[in-house]
């Protein structure tokens, strides 16, 4: 038991470490916030819930609920399902996408799904592929 708990004490030490060297290179602080990144070469699975901030940079499939910003790199993968105010895609997103404020299609992103936005931006050479729904302001 005392392995695997210095296991998971090392891999929660490079998760914290790495979301502070991103956060520092952002000039962020990361004080109260809940954040999480998903380097190249990494793959994630799974529910991610109460995520202040996710950066994707190598691939998840995973629903994402309650999450205020997303951000798929050049290089990251989203597939899934996923709730959020902000959106930047820069790689690739498939799934079903729900935005409450921003989308941002970057000129290298590529976005396959369900989506349903507030607001939407699309750089030339971004591409959707799916079905978009524009939500009602309240």
Sequence with gaps: MAVKNSIT???LSDVRNSVGSQTKKRGKSTIGEK????GTEITLNGTIAECDSL??????DATLENATNLEIAETGTFKGKVTVDHVVVAGLFEGELTVGKQLTIKST???KGNVTYLQLEVEKGGIIEGSMQKMSQL
């Design 35 to 38: 954040q999480l990144h998903v």
């Design 9 to 11: 004490e090392g891999l």
């Design 109 to 111: 992103g590529t976005l």
């Design 55 to 60: 950066i994707v940079e190598g691939f998840v």
